[in-house]
């Protein structure tokens, strides 16, 4: 299971446990006021309790990015008809 995945199903676990306590507390407050309440507090949690899972899903986004790039100026060679993929820094003059 990739890392992101991870992290996006334990933020929305948090949430989910954050809205339950706040509807299970006899609170007379409005729905939406109390699910607003469990988005600021599994929000705070997360970003204490989720630390570790964050940075590996950084990290696995920063790879991926750099993948595509590292692809693309690939691509741009080939259809430039540079033959060796574009790492030649020759300067014409």
Request: aromatic letters at 6%; hydrophobic letters at 55%; glycine letters at 8%.
């Amino acid at each position: 299971m990739s890392a992101l995945l991870k992290y996006s199903l334990a933020r929305l676990g948090l949430f989910v446990l954050a809205a339950a306590v706040m509807f299970a507390v006899p609170l007379d407050i409005s729905v939406l006021l109390k699910l607003m309440i469990a988005v600021v507090v599994s929000a705070a949690l997360a970003f204490f309790l989720l630390k570790g899972l964050r940075e590996e899903a950084s990290v696995q986004a920063v790879g991926a990015a750099q993948r595509r790039t590292e692809k693309r100026e690939r691509l741009r060679a080939a259809l430039n008809g540079d033959e060796d993929g574009g790492e030649s820094t020759t300067k014409a003059g």
